[in-house]
């Protein structure tokens, strides 16, 4: 907390802050948004000397971002109040929905979905809020943003599609929501090119999840990504029953 009090110290000036930028936090209320157990007295303080919720920078991108990553609701509901804007984009979440969903906060989420928080907008290293949910296994938010029209077929970030990373980390049930509202297994990008090399490099051998994928058409000949194809991730894992499951459906070894 020292860091946003220093700030303080020498925001005020004739009734209203003064906007100074840079750092880690970039302003004095992204800095308050940021402490651990959410100050909302100096967020208070800030947003009554007419502080702009709105102003991008810093490792969050904006104060409502970084309020949304921390879990700390009331601040949002204050943001809100004071005409923050959640669809801002920067920072390393690009959006405070794609923040709200790396730490799985329900309730933040769908406030901020209630605020007009568009489910489909792409950046930032993970692609989309509902890339985020899938691969980190938060399957009432995968729900929450298929209701407010979230496209499974989105692409960006590490793992290019929402199934690529939740067949990543093994996630079955959000997978089969993912196919059920219309995820294309074939799609190409991404660290791990496609959702079938992702489920058969992952750190486990996700033997259930590869039959999955098969089962719902995915190409085992694919190539590309880190490990070229889906077979060579197996190969390289060690997952010989992946291996020899891959084989039967026509995976070529060249």
């Not at 020292?2 to 110290?9: A, K, V």
């Not at 702009?52 to 601040?75: D, R, V």
């Not at 077979?231 to 060690?238: D, F, P």
């Amino acid at each position: 907390m020292w860091n946003t009090r220093r700030l303080l110290s020498s925001c005020f000036t004739g009734g209203q802050t003064q906007t100074f930028q840079g750092g880690k936090y970039w302003t004095a209320l992204q800095a308050a948004s940021c402490d651990e157990n959410g100050d909302k007295e100096i967020v208070e303080l800030l947003l009554d000397k007419r502080a702009n919720p709105n102003i991008q920078g810093g490792e969050y991108g904006t104060a409502l971002q970084a309020a949304s990553f921390l879990g700390h609701k009331e601040i949002v509901e204050l943001l809100f109040e004071k005409g923050a804007d959640p669809n801002i984009q920067g920072g390393i979440y690009e959006t405070a929905l794609q923040a709200a969903s790396q730490k799985g906060h329900k309730e933040i989420f769908k406030l901020l979905l209630e605020k007009g928080a568009d489910p489909n907008i792409q950046g930032g290293q993970f692609g989309t809020a509902l890339h985020i949910a899938s691969h980190g296994r938060h399957k009432e938010i995968v729900e929450l943003l298929f209701d407010k029209g979230a496209d499974p077929n989105i692409q960006g970030g590490k793992y290019g599609t929402p199934l690529q990373g939740a067949s990543y980390h093994g996630d079955k049930e959000i997978i089969e929501l993912l196919f059920d509202k219309g995820a294309d297994p074939n799609i190409q990008g991404g660290h791990y090119e496609t959702a079938l090399q992702a489920a058969s490099g992952s750190y486990r051998e996700h033997k259930d999840i590869v039959e999955l994928l098969l089962d719902k058409g995915a190409d085992p000949k694919i190539q590309g990504g880190f490990y070229g194809t889906a077979l060579q991730a197996a190969s390289q894992k060690g997952y010989k029953e992946i291996v020899k499951l891959l084989l039967e459906k026509g995976a070529s070894q060249m």
